[in-house]
């Protein structure tokens, strides 16, 4: 009979004996669940895919005989990646500067270093993109399976006391039963804070790596644009 009674609990009989604010509870810890997963598995194979792009389109950029070439190249293939995109809004930026405008009175340099660091911080707000929700997933479903347990514990004692039955077997089932909301506030927070970490530092690593891009593109550009003077002076 004790064996029976044993087998009879489990997560299914807490589904079973919680209340609805339990099952709030449950809800929102399996809305983070999921939330944290879809951006875990979309933010990892979309990095992944950029990265490849990018690498990629780096290699074929430096071994362009000359930039014209290279931007021929950027022409037949549609810029599908940061870095490519840094190339296109440069050229547009130095193709611009021959006409006169508000946004190129402070000189090509001036213009051409604008461009290339808005095009960087466009580049910084898309990768920030899920990173709140991960770090809210891992902050907040800890606490949220807590209030879980303490408010499992507090309707299992209730109903206890109605019951007339305090003995060690009657309440360490339903205790334990409301303890599986930490467990699962924990299996929501582990994973996101984790990717949370990991996205945070390919980000680092991925805008050093576009600012550094974007530095030697700017000295190609000038020491093309400055050469292209004076040949034309001479």
Excluded: C
Aim: glycine share 8%.
């Amino acid at each position: 009979m004790e064996q029976v009674a044993v087998e009879g609990l489990g997560f299914a009989h807490f589904l079973s004996q919680t209340d609805s604010m339990g099952r709030v509870v449950l809800g929102i810890l399996l809305l983070l669940s999921v939330a944290s997963w879809y951006l875990i598995l979309t933010r990892a194979l979309a990095n992944t895919l950029a990265q490849r792009r990018a690498d990629a389109f780096v290699k074929q950029f430096w071994q362009a005989p000359t930039l014209e070439q290279a931007a021929a190249a950027l022409r037949d293939h549609p810029a599908d990646n940061a870095f490519a995109e840094l190339v296109q809004k440069s050229l547009d930026a130095m193709a611009d500067s021959h006409h006169d405008s508000l946004a190129v009175a402070g000189g090509m340099g001036e213009y051409l270093t604008r461009t290339l660091g808005n095009q960087v911080d466009l580049e910084a707000a898309r990768s920030e993109y899920g990173l709140t929700v991960l770090a809210s997933a891992g902050s907040a479903a800890p606490y949220v399976g807590l209030f879980g347990t303490v408010w499992g514990i507090y309707h299992a004692l209730v109903q206890i006391g109605l019951s007339g039955q305090g003995t060690l077997d009657k309440v360490a089932g339903p205790v334990g039963e409301a303890l599986i909301m930490t467990a699962l506030g924990l299996a929501v927070a582990i994973p996101a804070v984790l990717a949370y970490n990991a996205f945070n530092r390919r980000n680092r690593m991925w805008l050093a790596r576009l600012e550094s891009f974007s530095h030697d593109l700017y000295v190609l550009l000038t020491i093309k644009t400055g050469s292209s003077s004076t040949a034309r002076q001479e």
